[in-house]
């Protein structure tokens, strides 16, 4: 059976991304999915040797359910097997480029693909993906706590990200996006729309979190992976988001009809403007 390979990178969000882009195309063209690891393996080299100055991740989409065969092509093998042109053999789809069309696909052609693809397109995966949405990991106390916590409450999932977001060397495209005032708003926001709320913190930075932003009826997730905390936040009821594909596809893959999403008015800064995959049901709230 010929073969969608689809490039993931970056964190959790960015890798979701990816995936849905090559989950639709292997759908489309009945094609068998690949998780490709090569460009992560590379940019966790050069990141290690300081060419880089991104931070390393890991890949972890197995840990909530998305289980596909996985590999990392070696130089040689890519350079041979895989050319960035048509050929018998392979057809490489570049979405960072454009949102290209691949036109006719024999059934014995593999696809390659890199980047993202239009949000809109890969919706119709969303079923799909939500139901492969499960917990491949321990469910130790601390996590079940926060699981009994998330269901019995109104539960509001606030995610502040900090870390590269701080450094716009690193990420100058988010930098200085969600501020304080903006979770200030947002919170208001929540509070007006939503009875007893109770509101879930999730954060790289959970002590800067605890000293500024402790609110009434509210609780604190720290010490897990970033896999848990990304389960953990998809089965709250309704989000205060950073501008960041993480706790884009934590609200994106919830299952509830009635949820209130609270989004930054912007998600980028160079130059301000908001994402075109941000539905247009969730709510934009000021920064300043």
Known sequence: MSKVYCSVYNGIGNQLFSYALGLFLAKKYNKELIIDLTKLNQINFLSRIGFKRDLRRKYELHKIGFTHPAKGFSFIEFSRK??????????????????????????????????????????????????KLTPHFEINSKIAEAIRLIQEKNSVAVHV??????????????????????????????????????????????EYVKNTMSTENCYFVEGNTGFEDFYLMSLCKHFILANSTFSFWAAALNNSNQKTVCVPEYWYNTPLRQADFIPSGWEKIPVK
């Open 161 to 206: 990200r900090r870390t590269d977001y701080l450094n716009p060397k690193i990420n100058n495209f988010s930098f200085g996006i969600c501020t304080h005032v903006y979770y200030l708003n947002a919170i208001n926001q929540i509070k007006k729309t939503v009875d007893n709320p109770f509101f879930i913190f999730f954060s790289d930075e959970i």
């Open 82 to 131: 895989i050319k960035p042109v048509r050929s018998n053999k392979f057809i490489i789809a570049d979405f960072r480029k454009s949102h290209c069309d691949l036109g006719e696909v024999s059934s014995n052609q593999n696809i390659y693909s890199v980047g993202w693809g239009d949000f809109n397109l890969v919706k119709e995966v969303l079923p799909e993906m939500k139901a």
